[in-house]
T-cell receptor, first 117, second 117 residues
């Protein structure tokens, strides 16, 4: 079974500073994908970044980067130069590698990020 | 481009009534997912379809819940009879499943907020 753990229910960061949101995962699949989503107060789920288990380099998308440490089974999201609009819930998710389990995403409980002006 | 379209956005109903939530996935996507989000349980996968066929409905909480996907462009989630504990935000998401190394992210609709009185 796959499991995603986000240990930080809430985080605060000063505007323009960088922040790291933690995510650890557990899976027995050799091939898997890791995702981060943002959910602002308006409720929609916004895809941010993806990391494949076989990717050699850490994924980056603009101000978002994923610190992927495979041996530690961690996939932390780093947001650089935080903006007020980054205040939201952030979810880490995983997709397994093969068979029927490769379709779905399993989500963590989320981390609420608050950016302070 | 049109995203995942869900209706209704908000539904308030009384216990015992039938509720039908609707979803139109992104054209060309072959996988469709129904998730439920509550404060207590986070994001839970209820059911997902691939090529209109239900792959895993183990997340459907009870027989009161049913989901159909009669064609590639439409899906429904029905609750009959509804109960107050069904109150939640129900998300529909779609994805393009590409096989074993599946990197396609899920695209979420805006959600249907259900309140059962």
């Amino acid at each position: 079974a796959q499991k995603i753990t986000q240990t930080q229910p809430g985080m605060f960061v000063q505007e323009k500073e960088a922040v790291t949101l933690d995510c650890t995962y557990d899976t027995s699949d050799p091939s898997y994908g890791l995702f981060w989503y943002k959910q602002p107060s308006s409720g929609e789920m916004i895809f941010l970044i993806y990391q494949g288990s076989y990717d050699q380099q850490n994924a980056t998308e603009g101000r978002y980067s994923l610190n992927f440490q495979k041996a530690r089974k961690s996939a932390n999201l780093v947001i650089s130069a935080s903006q007020l609009g980054d205040s939201a819930m952030y979810f880490c998710a995983m997709r397994g590698g093969s068979g029927a389990g490769s379709y779905q995403l399993t989500f963590g409980k989320g981390t609420k990020l608050s950016v302070i002006p | 481009d049109a995203g995942v379209i869900q209706s209704p956005r908000h539904e308030v109903t009384e216990m015992g009534q039938e509720v039908t939530l609707r979803c139109k996935p992104i054209s060309g996507h072959n996988s469709l997912f129904w998730y439920r989000q509550t404060m207590m349980r986070g994001l839970e996968l209820l059911i997902y379809f691939n090529n209109n066929v239900p792959i895993d409905d183990s997340g459907m909480p009870e027989d009161r819940f049913s989901a159909k996907m009669p064609n590639a462009s439409f899906s429904t989630l029905k609750i009959q009879p509804s109960e107050p504990r069904d109150s939640a935000v129900y998300f529909c998401a779609s994805s393009l499943f590409r096989g074993q190394l599946n990197t396609g992210e899920l695209f979420f609709g805006e959600g249907s907020r259900l309140t059962v009185l």
